[in-house]
């Protein structure tokens, strides 16, 4: 992708014209190379919104912190790029439109639990699923909320606007879901007399189920490299444990116990994942067939997953339990592991890196 300037020596000036940049001479001042013929709203709103002294600030970064590290540094990863800037989200999804979708899912999910209610659904749940929910549902909130704070964290790291915005929109999508859990609960509490709320709070603390589970999310939560939490995220536990329960337990086994409204609430997580998955596949792609940098960053990326996937199979192991719990066995865990492990070595695939890992249930 073409750089602001073109110019044979290093600019010196500021001044308006000094430089000749993509689009230098057309009249709707269109100051970067776009990735498709002409720049995308997502584009004109998120590219060069961060500033880059390799690209504008000719007089170096304006602010600093005080050891004099610049106020966004390459060295922030220990993935290098030959340009960070060529990243573009493939859902293109900037602040009005990411506002815009989440409130079309806030409402979704309000109208479905409200109609649910009022045709007293909720009493008709098994009451074995209702342990479930009150339980393992409660507890699995936590890890949602976990994972939000690890991206949450992440964004402020990342190099260009293209990737602060996807990663920040990540943790938005797994903030909102952990709320969604969270009131889905307190309103289907009202019609279950005796459901304990703080429940799923005291198996995520003590049950042994979800200890690994709180290993691989508190490992996540401690790195220090904000790549390696986004990639942690998407490419190891989302698939191997996240999606395991999601979208293999709950979207599973809930209709046989006359519940057709938590996977409601769930469907929204496992859309949210899918526009999540796609944007980190573009990254760590792009990064991983970097010309100048991509074998040392297959490199990092493998041991990255031998790291955190090693934390999300031994999670995903002792998670295998819950599958018995339900009157109706709609699902088996075995077959949710492998559908899982299948899918998280397609994910290594398209970013271009082996997929070692061993899972056996």
Request: net charge negative; hydrophobic share 40%.
């Amino acid at each position: 992708m073409s750089t602001s300037t073109e110019q044979s020596s290093p600019l010196k000036s500021g001044a308006a014209g000094a430089a000749q940049f993509a689009g230098w001479d057309s009249r709707k001042y269109n100051y970067f190379e776009p990735k498709g013929r002409k720049a995308s709203h997502y584009e004109d709103m998120t590219v060069d919104v961060q500033p880059d002294p390799k690209r504008y600030l000719i007089q170096d970064w304006i602010l600093q912190f005080a050891d004099g590290t610049p106020t966004y540094s390459e060295t922030w990863t220990a993935a290098k790029c030959s340009d960070w800037h060529k990243f573009r989200a493939v859902d293109e999804e900037w602040e009005r439109t990411h506002y815009q979708r989440q409130s079309t899912i806030v409402g979704m999910i309000t109208n479905a639990i409200g109609n649910a209610r009022r045709s007293g659904a909720v009493k008709r749940f098994d009451k074995t699923w209702v342990k479930v929910l009150e339980q393992h549902l409660g507890a699995y909130k936590h890890a949602e909320f976990g994972l939000g704070t690890a991206t949450m964290h992440a964004q402020r790291y990342g190099y260009t606007q293209m990737i602060n915005s996807a990663i920040l929109t990540n943790a938005s999508y797994k903030l909102r879901f952990a709320q969604d859990l969270t009131l889905y609960l307190g309103e289907i509490a009202l019609d279950l007399p005796g459901f304990d709320l703080d429940s799923g709070k005291q198996h995520w603390l003590n049950d042994p189920l979800w200890q690994g589970t709180r290993l691989a999310i508190e490992t996540i939560g401690g790195a220090t490299d904000y790549l390696e939490k986004y990639f942690a995220v998407n490419a190891v536990f989302e698939p191997l444990v996240g999606d395991l329960f999601r979208s293999g337990f709950i979207m599973q086994v809930a209709a046989a116990q006359n519940d057709f409204v938590t996977p409601t609430v769930v469907s929204a997580a496992e859309g949210d994942y899918e526009r999540n998955l796609a944007n980190a596949v573009e990254l760590f792609h792009m990064l991983a067939n970097d010309p100048a940098h991509g074998d040392a960053n297959r490199a990092l990326f493998s041991a990255w997953l031998d790291k955190h996937g090693a934390l999300a199979a031994d999670a995903a192991k002792h998670l295998q339990p819950i599958w018995s719990i339900p009157h109706a066995k709609a699902a088996q865990f075995n077959e949710a592991l492998s559908s899982s492990v299948e899918r998280a070595q397609l994910i290594a695939k398209e970013i271009g890196i082996p997929f070692s890992l061993a899972i056996e249930a």
